[in-house]
């Protein structure tokens, strides 16, 4: 299947820090992107749609100004976790959508993100 | 999105098939049924699709009942690896659609 990237797979950040989360798809060109959250034990959720070249769509309850999403090129995502905090600690997931039928979307590996 | 609903979870021998079932009695008719896989700390990993014709591939099958209200993921072969939380998602595939994640069935697969 197709493959989408993540980087980094863990990080570990200190209170009050930002940290950027990369998602790449590394061998198609993706107009929608996702990025989801996963807390120990839970299902994803999903926090925002990722378009290319426009504004992110937030989910209710999900602080655009806290999770900054940009989505500059085809290939690539970034999800920026501003002013993070121990209870933003989680699994951060983002996936692709591939064109074609059914318009399959991809995963990428995850993002651990401890906030200490 | 049409709403799906699974058992919580499963087991079956290594070796056998692993039969999931999904229920899905309000999707319509433009929706397809997306199956996925998530092994611990792991993305989740595409497993198959269909809209209403029963789809194979090299790791599963998807059979999909004639009025679309639900299908069953076969695993012809499971083995230890295939120990996961399988998700069973009803989703439109426009540009626009979104993958909405229950709670998914925990398939335990034994020696």
Redesign the interface.
């Known amino acids: ?1 197709a493959v ?1 990237s ?1 980087h980094p797979s863990r990080v570990i950040c200190k209170s009050g820090t930002s940290v950027k989360i990369e998602c790449r798809s590394l061998d198609f060109q993706a ?2 992107m ?1 990025w ?1 959250r996963q807390f120990p034990k839970q ?4 926090m925002a ?1 990722s378009n290319e070249g426009s504004k992110a769509t937030y989910e209710q309850g999900v602080e655009k100004d806290k999770f900054l999403i940009n989505h500059a090129s085809l290939t690539l995502s970034t999800l920026t976790v501003t002013s993070a905090h121990p209870e933003d600690s989680s ?1 951060y ?1 983002c ?1 692709a ?1 591939m064109g074609g ?10 993002s ?1 993100l401890t906030v200490v | 999105d049409a709403k799906t609903t699974q058992p919580t979870s499963m087991d079956c021998a290594e070796g056998r098939a692993a039969n999931l079932p999904c229920n899905h009695s309000t999707i319509s008719g433009n929706e397809y049924v997306y199956w996925y896989r998530q092994i611990h700390s792991q993305g989740p990993q595409y497993i198959i699709h269909g809209l209403k014709n029963n789809e194979t591939n090299e790791m599963a099958s998807l059979i999909i009942t004639e009025d679309r209200k639900s299908s069953t993921l076969i695993l012809p072969h499971a083995t230890l690896r295939d120990t996961a939380v399988y998700y069973c998602i009803v989703s439109h595939s426009g540009a626009n659609s979104k993958l909405t994640f229950g709670k998914g069935i925990t398939l335990s697969v034994r020696p």
């Open positions: 299947g989408v993540q107009t929608t996702f989801y299902s994803l959720m999903l749609t699994f997931i996936s959508r039928q059914g318009n399959t979307i991809y995963f990428g590996e995850g651990w």
